[in-house]
């Protein structure tokens, strides 16, 4: 499909050369900004194939946007079955949005990816979400001078203006926290609150002879934990599973935690070291020699940040005196490895503005809110 807007050219990216400039694109959109950081490009292949487990419910289509041949943006559009069997037939998504700052680009590719979603039943618009909501969600609207975490997103101050210019309207903002481990500190009526609770809350480490099964435990409670949530989709066991290879390989087992009530998991805690760290040096390439680089700052040196992607407390104890409590115990757990491997920071995200509580918690202990992301919707 092709659609032309005042010598703007939008053509689907369906074959490997195109899905290549695709992927490369942002790459030569950044150059200047001290900021990004690129994905590793057999990643971002690997995020766009059969092998990402959320193909099994995500469909999508792509598109590069050119201007007397040079290509000037790029946007995603998707359709995912688990979501609309959640929220309604009639919902579809954008995402991977990337453009100079030109309103006719961004005009082309958004009227585009809607035009595909209309013929894929979609009514309601949602995103960016890079495929789903469980992945890179978001787009930055505050926060622009320092780099992203790991799996975060991270764009130019203007894309918003465009969006809008759009008719899109903001949905739900998500915060990034961060937080120094040297400045991690529990207040005397939080520590109150932690003693009564220790003896009837286990915390410990997953057990990584069934890791498997522990990757199954943590499904279950963030299920649970998110169903609520806007825009939620569930984990499934597939993905999970997927999701555990990567972390068995990423994350050493005394940064995952799963917390027990009466024996049963109730919440879990998952931090992850900052492989943006690892891989900033790459510009995306993993060859000839990145993969040594890569291991060797992963599981020699180490990374000075690491990043909370997961985290979950049963609904049951959500709003019980037990639910905050399991989320303190949980952050507090990962301090001394965190001393122990010299991991000096940590960002925790990220957290539905809405979300009182959970903010609430990581304010009393020093935590500063210093990214934020937006999600928009539109009704075509």
Do not use: C
Not at 176 to 181: D, L
Not at 255 to 267: D, F, M, R, S, T
Request: aromatic share 10%.
């Amino acid at each position: 499909m092709n659609k032309t807007n005042h010598a703007v050219t939008v053509q689907a990216a369906e074959d490997k050369h195109a899905l290549k400039d695709f992927i490369t694109f942002p790459g030569t959109l950044y150059t200047n900004d001290p900021s990004w950081i690129e994905p590793l490009h057999v990643e971002r292949q690997e995020h766009l194939s059969s092998k990402n487990p959320a193909s099994g419910h995500v469909t999508w289509k792509a598109w590069l946007a050119r201007r007397n041949g040079v290509i000037v943006g790029r946007i995603l559009a998707q359709t995912d079955t688990l979501h609309r069997e959640l929220h309604g037939a009639d919902t579809g998504h954008f995402g991977m949005l990337d453009a100079v700052d030109d309103p006719e680009v961004f005009a082309a590719l958004i009227a585009t990816a809607e035009q595909w979603l209309k013929s894929q039943g979609a009514k309601r618009i949602t995103g960016p979400f890079t495929l789903n909501i469980n992945q890179e969600s978001g787009l930055l609207v505050e926060g622009f001078d320092t780099p992203p975490s790991s799996f975060m997103n991270h764009n130019h101050a203007y894309y918003e203006n465009h969006v809008l210019s759009s008719n899109y309207e903001p949905a739900k903002d998500l915060i990034a926290y961060w937080m120094r481990t040297q400045e991690l500190n529990f207040p005397a009526p939080l520590q109150k609150m932690m003693a009564r609770e220790r003896s009837t809350i286990r915390i410990r480490q997953v057990d990584k002879s069934k890791f498997d099964a522990e990757m199954q435990i943590l499904r279950q409670i963030f299920n649970d934990a998110w169903a609520n949530n806007w825009g939620f989709v569930p984990f499934t066991e597939h993905e999970f599973a997927e999701l555990g290879k990567q972390l068995k390989f990423l994350v050493p087992s005394d940064l995952i935690y799963i917390a027990e009530i009466n024996g049963e998991p109730a919440a879990f805690i998952v931090a992850m070291p900052n492989i943006h760290e690892a891989i900033a040096p790459l510009k995306g390439r993993l060859l000839p020699f990145g993969w040594l680089r890569l291991i060797w700052k992963l599981k020699v040196s180490g990374t000075r940040t690491a990043r909370v992607p997961l985290m979950g407390v049963r609904q049951q104890y959500q709003f019980s005196r037990q639910g905050p409590v399991l989320a303190l115990l949980l952050i507090e757990a990962l301090k001394a490895p965190f001393v122990r491997r010299k991991i000096d920071a940590l960002e925790m995200s990220w957290i539905l503005e809405t979300n009182a509580g959970m903010r609430g918690i990581l304010e009393r202990i020093g935590a500063k809110a210093y990214k934020r992301y937006r999600l928009y919707e539109k009704q075509i």
